[in-house]
């Protein structure tokens, strides 16, 4: 079992920056890859950034992409999610989520359906 634990979601203005933090404990936090996905009121859970278990491939949505930043500390057992030049269809509750790697410097997936373990979810909202 792996538990997740987000936090770092908050309101802020558009053009804004937020940094989230995933905490992991559980299992050996370097075999997973991890991935921050968001989920809109009324939308479907979406891919947002994913990173390898060694942290040496990262992956983003184009909606993201040249935005966030997905980084890991495995000394920390923590993801990050640095948020820049927000918007408000960033608008969303950021799930982190973790997948059993066996191969450390894969690129992580873009697929719900893949990752195993799931956090509570944290509030982003982002007023224009």
């Known amino acids: 079992q792996v538990q997740l634990v987000e936090s770092g979601g908050r309101l802020v203005q558009a053009g804004g920056s937020l940094r989230l933090s995933c905490a992991a404990s559980?299992?050996?936090?370097?075999?997973?890859?991890m991935a921050w996905f968001r989920q809109a009121p009324g939308k479907e859970r979406e891919f947002a950034s994913g990173i390898s278990a060694s942290g040496s491939s990262t992956l983003h949505a184009d909606s993201v992409k040249g935005r966030f930043t997905i980084s890991r500390d495995n000394a920390k057992n923590t993801v990050y999610l640095q948020m820049n030049s927000l918007k408000p269809e960033d608008t969303a509750v950021y799930y982190c989520a973790a997948d059993r790697s066996y191969s450390p410097s894969s690129s992580p997936s873009s697929h719900w359906s893949v990752y195993d373990y799931w956090g509570q979810g944290t509030q982003v909202t982002v007023s224009s």
């Open positions: 559980g299992r050996t936090f370097s075999n997973y890859a």
